[in-house]
């Protein structure tokens, strides 16, 4: 089990870029379901469905982590506390 340590704001910062990275997959997987749409290519579309779903969930939760920043107090146990959380939330 490596251990890590970040620095003030490093961790929230990567959770703000992983989710910036879910909203760009998010919407380039939208753009191939309305292309197959369009093109009226309806396996392509049922298939996207799905993912895009699953995808939505990865957005909810990296959101659902950055709400957690901004509900614990900045204190250098912070990154402690959201790694607790992490770990009972997804983990177990």
């Known amino acids: 089990n490596p251990s890590f340590k970040f620095g003030d704001g490093e961790l929230e910062e990567l959770f703000e870029k992983g989710l910036e990275t879910e909203y760009g ?3 380039a ?3 191939i379901y309305k292309a197959a749409m369009l093109e009226g290519d ?7 469905l799905p993912m895009i779903k699953e995808q939505k969930e990865e ?3 990296f959101q659902g982590i950055l709400d957690r920043f901004a ?3 900045a204190s250098p146990s912070r990154p402690h506390d959201i790694d607790i959380y992490i770990g ?3 983990l177990d």
């Open 59 to 61: 957005e909810a939760l």
């Open 42 to 48: 309806i396996m392509t579309s049922e298939f996207m």
């Open 71 to 73: 509900a614990y107090p």
């Open 25 to 27: 997959t998010t919407e």
């Open 29 to 31: 997987l939208s753009a």
């Open 88 to 90: 009972e939330t997804f």
